[in-house]
């Protein structure tokens, strides 16, 4: 965004360093580590037009989701915009083996870290109750398999990459052998490649203006 919109500034928070080092960033750009759950972001009140924050949904526990909010509203200028990208985690049409085997997973961020993998379809009443105007709520549908052609293929991968980086906390938590992991997560793959199941996910944007 700051190489396309070169007459304004950006200003970017993450926990890590994304940045890549072998490459000049841009002069409007600046990046600053920050944890959003520790403290409050690095900026003075009223000093932004617009706010955007994206694939946060098992970033933090769903009872840290007001405050990151608000505190996203605290930096916004009034008349400025707040933006929301979501995807919901809850992929349609599964099989019936990957069905459990996605209920269990979600289950388990729930119960035993706090996190909403549905966050998405929280986000109309989360910015509502931060009194934000003229909230506009859109979804697009993306298949995930063979499918949905192109995209179908990248969003399995998306899919299988969540499945593979989640395995050890997954495990720990679900108190499984990584074997028992495999082997429900083959079912649910097995399952999609069939091609009988036509699953999707729902993607979600949601704006509104601060006061
Ligand atoms: C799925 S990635 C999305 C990255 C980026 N927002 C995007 O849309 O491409 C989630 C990001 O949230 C960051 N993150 C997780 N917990 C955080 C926290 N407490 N404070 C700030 N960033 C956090 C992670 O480091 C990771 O880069």
């Known amino acids: 965004m700051a190489e396309d919109f070169t007459k ?5 928070v993450d926990i890590c360093s994304l940045l890549p080092t072998d490459q000049p960033t841009s002069d409007n750009f600046n990046f600053t580590c920050h944890n959003v759950t520790e403290a409050p972001l690095p900026f003075e009140p009223d000093t932004f037009d617009y706010v955007q924050q994206a694939m946060a949904a098992i970033s933090y526990k769903m009872e840290d989701w007001p405050l990151v909010l608000q505190d ?3 930096v916004t200028k009034p008349g400025g915009y707040i933006q929301l990208i979501e995807p919901d985690m809850y992929t349609h049409q599964l099989g019936p083996e990957g069905g459990l085997w996605r209920d269990q997973i979600h289950n388990t961020l729930r119960d035993q870290r706090g996190y909403e993998p549905r966050i998405a ?6 910015v509502s109750d931060l009194g934000l105007e003229d909230i506009t709520v859109r979804y697009v549908s993306v298949p995930v398999g063979s499918w949905g ?8 991968q998306n899919f299988d990459a969540f499945l593979e980086s989640a395995k050890p906390f997954l495990v720990e ?3 499984i052998t990584n074997t028992i ?4 997560t083959k079912k649910l793959k097995e399952e999609l ?3 009988e199941f ?3 996910n729902n993607i979600y944007v949601v704006y509104g203006r601060v006061k």
């Open 193 to 195: 490649k069939g091609g």
């Open 72 to 74: 996203m509203k605290r």
């Open 198 to 200: 036509k699953a999707f």
């Open 181 to 184: 992991y495999q082997a429900n």
């Open 173 to 175: 938590n679900m108190q």
């Open 149 to 156: 052609l192109d995209i179908g293929h990248l969003w399995e």
């Open 8 to 12: 304004s500034k950006f200003d970017a």
């Open 121 to 126: 379809c929280h986000l109309e009443r989360l």
